[in-house]
């Protein structure tokens, strides 16, 4: 079964959704960048204060940036049990310098799992999504609502729309990703890692995919 494991895919397409469903499956770790730097943004650190206009604008952070922040979780050894990088490769310094990370650690990785949706859906789920500003789940109005209207589950606080989901910003960060990020699905390719899911239909729908492609057995009772 893969362990090792970034999730690829264009802004909406379900990585964080399907990376904390998979991750709980399988007691592996499940690493957010877009998380990391959002929790930077809101404890205004030094990383926060450099990443957040790239954010609001939807482009990407600078790669010496995001290079760092995971090289220190590489090094901190919390994905020695297995992960998933959501969000991380986005270009192919960072793929490269990935490769090099792990390999320098003896690690490898199993599977780039890449989820692909229309832009059409990107816009309208996205248009939809309200998060925790503490604890970072996600909900959707209509697909994955919270029990109390406009309240997190976990922690009772107020959900808020993040900034980069407004429909400008989105339209430019599927631009981003169609120039910046989709050169990795080929290198992902040629390295004979890359598999796909159809991450339209509903989350569970999307979640059988995804144990299918991992090659998740269920235990027998
Ligand atoms: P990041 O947070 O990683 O944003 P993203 O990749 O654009 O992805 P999203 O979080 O928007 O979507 P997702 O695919 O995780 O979907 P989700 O599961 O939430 O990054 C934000 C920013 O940080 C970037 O723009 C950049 O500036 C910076 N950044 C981050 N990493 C970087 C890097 N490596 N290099 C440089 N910069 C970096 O689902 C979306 C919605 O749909 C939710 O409401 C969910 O409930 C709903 N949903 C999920 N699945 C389904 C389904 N099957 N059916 C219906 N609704 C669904």
């Known amino acids: 079964m893969k362990r090792n494991l970034v999730f690829l895919g264009p802004p909406g397409s379900g990585k964080g959704t399907q990376a904390a469903m998979l991750a709980r499956r399988l007691g592996i770790a499940h690493l957010s960048t877009g998380d990391m730097l959002r929790n930077a943004v809101s404890e205004e650190s030094e990383l926060g204060r450099q990443a957040e206009s790239y954010m609001k604008r939807g482009e990407l952070v600078p790669d010496h940036l995001i290079i760092g922040l995971i090289e220190r979780t590489i090094v901190s050894g919390k994905l020695r049990h297995g992960f998933i990088l959501d969000g991380f490769p986005r270009t192919l310094p960072q793929a490269e310098s990935l490769g090099d990370m792990l390999s320098g650690k003896g690690v490898s990785l199993d599977g780039a799992v890449l989820f692909r949706i229309s832009d059409e859906e990107v816009v ?7 998060s925790c500003p503490k604890c970072q789940a996600t909900y959707n109005y209509p697909s994955n609502v919270p029990r109390r209207q406009g309240i997190c589950d ?13 429909e400008t910003v989105v339209r430019n960060r599927l631009d981003v990703y169609r120039s910046q990020t989709k050169p990795i699905e080929d290198y992902y390719r040629r390295e004979s890692l890359l598999t796909e899911v159809r991450a339209e239909g509903t989350p569970e729908q999307v979640f059988q995919a995804l144990l299918a492609e991992v090659g998740w057995v269920e235990a027998a009772s």
């Open 154 to 166: 976990h922690d009772g606080m107020t959900l808020r729309r993040r900034p980069d989901d407004e």
């Open 124 to 130: 309208n789920r996205l248009s939809g999504r309200w």
